[in-house]
């Protein structure tokens, strides 16, 4: 007789298959989160570059710019604190990308 809905029939025996799926999970989430956030901020960061409505006023223009870094920031740390790592890793400097790679169209 099984235990109900949670058996646990489906669950790895196997040490290292164990800890090949939770490396395969966190790998999976980290591109969800890479794609969906990073996008966020590369489509801001776009956006400001060939897109914005020429009324902006110059503060509205920093401020996006300023959300876009915020965002690759916030994405950065999400994906190195779900692969076990330091948030203050210097990795998180790859958030900053999309802020960095429109600066120059933005203010020239």
């Given at each position: 007789?099984?235990?109900?809905?949670?058996?646990?029939?489906?669950?790895?025996?196997?040490?290292?298959?164990?800890?090949s799926l939770d490396l395969v999970q966190r790998v999976v989430v980290?591109?969800?989160?890479?794609?969906?956030?990073?996008g966020l901020a590369a489509v801001l960061a776009v956006y400001l570059?060939?897109?914005?409505?020429?009324?902006?006023?110059?503060?509205?223009?920093?401020?996006?710019?300023?959300?876009?870094?915020?965002?690759?920031?916030?994405?950065?740390?999400?994906?190195?604190?779900?692969?076990?790592?330091?948030?203050?890793?210097?990795?998180?400097?790859?958030?900053?990308?999309?802020?960095?790679?429109?600066?120059?169209?933005?203010?020239?």
């Amino acid at each position: 007789m099984s235990d109900g809905f949670m058996s646990h029939e489906h669950s790895p025996r196997d040490p290292a298959e164990s800890k090949s799926l939770d490396l395969v999970q966190r790998v999976v989430v980290s591109v969800l989160i890479g794609f969906v956030f990073g996008g966020l901020a590369a489509v801001l960061a776009v956006y400001l570059i060939v897109g914005h409505d020429p009324n902006f006023v110059p503060s509205d223009v920093i401020g996006l710019w300023i959300m876009s870094g915020v965002i690759g920031l916030v994405t950065a740390a999400a994906i190195l604190l779900i692969n076990r790592r330091k948030v203050y890793n210097l990795l998180v400097l790859l958030g900053l990308l999309p802020m960095a790679a429109s600066w120059y169209w933005i203010f020239h």
